[in-house]
Every structure is written in structure tokens, then in C-alpha cells.
């Protein structure tokens, strides 16, 4: 029993860790690790996901928001769309079964790393648009529409490049529009809906990628506690689990966040694209070998 709480607390030590660099809550390599290396129960596995996302969430995102990296007022628009969609997701989890829920899982990271990969390659035209954008929509007054008053400038200082970095929030209907989904998988996967919550403010609303981190961090706390209440309900929550998963999720975003600041961004986009491929292979492997009814490797 101590052996298996202590391999549990490094795994999700290392999940916390990588989850405030890239800022996806250390969600999805909980969900995988205590999936494909423990053998849990997929649905156990999000529950326990779900809590330690919280407290990734409330970690990150205390330091970001000190560091004045995380756009407060965007994130707090943005929430509400997200925690309809996590409630939503949670609720359908609960009644999926287990080998679907591995393919949709896979699925998810699969599709989103090579949509990650897509974007990369036209980030430098991506760069001449967003200045465009931003120029057009430092000209909207407030007084347009609900819209126009998010679209303030926001700035942050940026350790790597040694520069302040200023940024105009563009199309937040349309980006919280795509948060919603984002609640939608964190309930259904357990995954905090932070790797759709970068991607939808980086490249719908043109927030810069560590602002967009940072704020993502600041959200899923809310989005996953939606998330982890129906699955507490339906009886999902081992605390054998869920403890050493939040605490060591805890250590290593506290890590993760002091960190994510000083590194370049392509250092942290490479690492993110990597790691979702891998995962969504072996997430979808899973569910294919128990699909077919055939034994996982190294299980019992």
C-alpha cells in the first residue's frame, strides 16, 4: 500500500510539474498514468484527476496571477462558459463506459497535439495578423457591445526575452464559445480543459501563449470542481488515490509555475505537442486492446 501511495505521489508530482509549464492542470498525464501504469479504472482515474487539477489549478495559478502573468478579467468571461460545459461532460462520463472513454481520451490528445503541430508552422504569419487585429481592436470603444469592454490591453513581462509583452484580447465571443468545449472534456476526461483553453486564447483571441497558460491556470480550478462533484456523487472518488495524486500534482505545479516564465516558448510548445502524441497512442491503444476484449500488458 505505501509503495503504490508513494509511486502514485511521483507520478503526479511529475503530471503537476509538466501541467504548469504547458498549462493543462496536469490532467491528462494523471488520467494516463493512473490508467495505462496503475491499471485503475478509467473512470476512477478522472475522478481522482479532476480533484488534483484543483489543486494544480489553485498552485499555478496563484503564482501567475502574483507575477501579473494571468489576465484576471478574461478568465473570469471565459469561466462561465467553461463550467456549463464541465457539467455537461461529467455528466455523460459517468455513463460511458470504460473503452470508449480511452479512445475518446486518445482521440482528444491525438487530434489536439497534430493541431498544435499545424499551428506552429504558421506562427510567423499568425504574428503579422494578430499585430493587425490588435490595431483594428485598440480602435473599438467600450461603449459597442459586451465584447468591446474585454478588449482592453493587457501586458506582462516576459523573464526570457527580457521585454514587456503588450496584447489585445480579440473575438471573446467566439473564443468562450470554444471554452465551453473545453468544460465539455474536462468533465467528461478529467483533464481541467486547459490544453482548449490555451489553444482557444492563443490562436481565436490572439493572447499571447504564456498569458494564455497562465490564465488557464487560473480558470480550471472552478471548471474542474464542476467536474469532480458529479463524479463524487456517482461514487468515482478512491481517497487512496485521489490523496497522493493532489498532493504530489501540488509539489510539482508549484515547480512547474516558477519555471514556466523563464523558458522559451518553443521549448514548451515542442514539449506539449510531444507529450499529447504519445499519450494518445497509448490511451488509444488501451481502448482498443479492451474493446476487443483482449488482456492489458502488465495488468492482473
Do not use: C, W
Amino acid at each position: 500500500m505505501f509503495l503504490e501511495f508513494f509511486l502514485v505521489f511521483a507520478a503526479a508530482i511529475l503530471a503537476g510539474f509538466l501541467g504548469a509549464l504547458v498549462g493543462i492542470g496536469g490532467g491528462v498525464i494523471i488520467v494516463t498514468a493512473l490508467s495505462l501504469f496503475f491499471h485503475l479504472p478509467i473512470h476512477v482515474a478522472i475522478a481522482a484527476s479532476l480533484v488534483s487539477v484543483i489543486a494544480t489549478s489553485i498552485a499555478g495559478a496563484l503564482r501567475f496571477v502574483k507575477q501579473q502573468i494571468a489576465d484576471v478579467k478574461l478568465g473570469m468571461f471565459l469561466e462561465m462558459a467553461t463550467t456549463i460545459g464541465a457539467l455537461a461532460g461529467a455528466f455523460i462520463g459517468v455513463l460511458l463506459s470504460a473503452y470508449v472513454l480511452s479512445l475518446v481520451f486518445g482521440t482528444f490528445l491525438l487530434y489536439t497535439a497534430i493541431n498544435s503541430l499545424r499551428g506552429g508552422r504558421k506562427e510567423k504569419a499568425a504574428i503579422g495578423v494578430r499585430n493587425d487585429e490588435s490595431a483594428v481592436s485598440s480602435k473599438l470603444s467600450d461603449s459597442q457591445d459586451t465584447s468591446g469592454r474585454l478588449l482592453k490591453k493587457g501586458t506582462y513581462y516576459d523573464k526570457s526575452t527580457k521585454a514587456n509583452v503588450e496584447y489585445i484580447p480579440v473575438r471573446p465571443l467566439p473564443g468562450a464559445l470554444v471554452v465551453s468545449f473545453a468544460g465539455l472534456a474536462a468533465g467528461l476526461l478529467g483533464i481541467g480543459g486547459g490544453v482548449i483553453n490555451v489553444a482557444a486564447m492563443n490562436s481565436i483571441m490572439k493572447v499571447p501563449v504564456k498569458v494564455s497558460i497562465a490564465t488557464s491556470q487560473f480558470m480550471i480550478a472552478v471548471t474542474a470542481a464542476t467536474g469532480a462533484i458529479v463524479y463524487f456523487l456517482a461514487g468515482g472518488i478512491n481517497v487512496y488515490v485521489v490523496a497522493p495524486a493532489a498532493l504530489g500534482t501540488l509539489l510539482g505545479s508549484t515547480t512547474g509555475s516558477l519555471l514556466m516564465n523563464r523558458l522559451p516558448v518553443k521549448v514548451i510548445t515542442t514539449l506539449f505537442q510531444f507529450l499529447l502524441l504519445y499519450l494518445g497512442y497509448q490511451m488509444i491503444a488501451k481502448g482498443l486492446l479492451m474493446g476487443f476484449g483482449m488482456k492489458l500488458p502488465g495488468s492482473v
